[in-house]
């Protein structure tokens, strides 16, 4: 049974950081695309970052080129997603997601793309100003 399980969020002010956790069983997280999310009250769910071929392409939305980094340890079966320079805008719920691995000549343009099948239960990210 596949779970994915997120935690790290919390609340911190802005200019801050938080390191979000996404732990994975049921699968091996080095076989499927990997992404983060996050929805803010009343908003749409937005992706955020994502790896999503074998040899480990990355995507980033604009919003958060330069102050996030998404990373995945294939031994602790865990992806990551270390946030700095947090804004109020940040604030939302955070989701972790799995789907399969694109072929490694593709290069994504939106989140969209990707064929996503499991999700997390989301953990919630509150910054102030």
């Known amino acids: 049974q596949v779970q994915l399980v997120e935690s790290g969020g919390g609340s911190v002010q802005a200019g801050g950081s938080l390191r979000l956790s996404c732990a994975a069983s049921?699968?091996?997280?080095?076989?499927?695309?990997m992404g983060w999310f996050r929805q803010a009250p009343g908003k749409e769910r937005d992706g955020v970052a994502a790896i999503y071929t074998r040899g480990g392409r990355l995507y980033y939305a604009d919003s958060v080129k330069g102050r996030f980094t998404i990373s995945q340890d294939n031994a602790e079966n865990t992806l990551y997603l270390q946030m700095n320079s947090l804004k109020p805008e940040d604030t939302a719920m955070y989701y972790c997601?799995?789907?399969?691995?694109?072929?490694?000549?593709?290069?994504?343009?939106?989140?969209?793309?990707?064929?996503?099948?499991?999700w997390g239960q989301g953990t919630q990210v509150t910054v102030s100003s």
């Open positions: 049921g699968y091996t997280i080095r076989n499927y695309s």
């Open positions: 997601a799995a789907g399969p691995l694109l072929h490694l000549s593709y290069t994504i343009t939106t989140m969209e793309e990707l064929e996503l099948d499991y």
